[in-house]
């Protein structure tokens, strides 16, 4: 099922995710899960950020000093493609140093993407043999 969210200058300002073809891999069982993340590992960029997400909600710029890369949108667009995550994203407004309102991009996961989530970090703990 597919939703349209609210836009507003180009932004998705409602919490409704939109499905796509990859929500259909959020729900695969954990062994396809382990058969697929043995073929193509996340990135440690990718398992920063999940990781700092299963730990609540992040700003992009939290995002960015997870992945250690100063792109966390595209790191999150990537778990999202790859792994069928939704990982919302809401705008709130905020001032910033020059006294404007902007909007602050949070990043945070819904109940099947912590579920998702903490699937790939525990196969991936299994294949390299770390703890979780």
Do not use: W
């Amino acid at each position: 099922m597919q939703t349209t969210p609210e836009k507003r200058k180009g932004r998705v300002t409602s919490a409704t995710p939109m499905q796509t073809e990859a929500d259909v891999a959020a729900s695969t069982n954990p062994a396809q899960l382990f058969e697929h993340l043995f073929q193509r590992p996340p990135s440690p960029r990718q398992t920063r950020v999940l990781s700092a997400l299963l730990t609540g909600r992040q700003t992009r710029e939290q995002i960015d000093r997870a992945a250690g890369a100063s792109n966390g949108p595209d790191v999150v667009a990537k778990l999202r493609r790859r792994f069928g995550l939704v990982i919302p994203c809401t705008f709130s407004p905020v001032v910033d140093r020059d006294g404007r309102t902007i909007e602050r991009g949070t990043y945070s996961l819904t109940a099947a993407d912590r579920d998702a989530a903490e699937h790939v970090l525990l196969a991936l703990a299994k294949m390299t043999g770390r703890a979780a």
